[in-house]
């Protein structure tokens, strides 16, 4: 049963930084693709970032390419979105998911990609 737990959401300032993490249990494997997506009221889930299961191919929304970064450890199935200058724009519930098994390094950035996805943590940027 494969599981995805997100943590380190909050309530930051504007110009603030928060640090994202999503463990991934039930696997043996490490060849998945994984991605972080957000979603606010009365719109649909967005793609901010995407990592191969090797971890050197990456995307990053064109919104948050500047100011965020995400990573992977596979060594302990774990997922990081580290978010810095965070805007209010960027207030969300923050999702992650993965991917079946995949052959090929690459990143996946829509959501029917991906089998798994965590229950989400909230983001919430003060202005």
């Known amino acids: 049963q494969v599981q995805l737990v997100e943590s380190g959401g909050g309530l930051v300032q504007a110009g603030g930084s928060l640090r994202l993490s999503c463990a991934v249990s039930?696997?043996?494997?490490?060849?998945?693709?994984m991605g972080w997506f957000r979603q606010v009221p009365e719109k649909e889930r967005e793609v901010v970032a995407a990592?191969?299961?090797?971890?050197?191919?990456?995307y990053l929304a064109e919104s948050v390419k500047a100011r965020f970064a995400i990573s992977r450890d596979s060594a302990k199935h774990t997922l990081y979105l580290q978010m810095n200058n965070l805007k209010s724009d960027d207030t969300a519930v923050y999702y992650c998911?993965?991917?079946?098994?995949?052959?090929?390094?690459?990143?996946?950035?829509?959501?029917?990609?991906?089998?798994?996805w965590g229950q989400g943590t909230q983001v919430t940027v003060s202005s």
């Open positions: 990592i191969s299961w090797i971890g050197d191919n990456t």
């Open positions: 998911a993965a991917t079946r098994p995949v052959i090929g390094n690459l990143y996946y950035t829509k959501i029917h990609h991906y089998d798994y």
């Open positions: 039930g696997r043996s494997s490490t060849n998945y693709a």
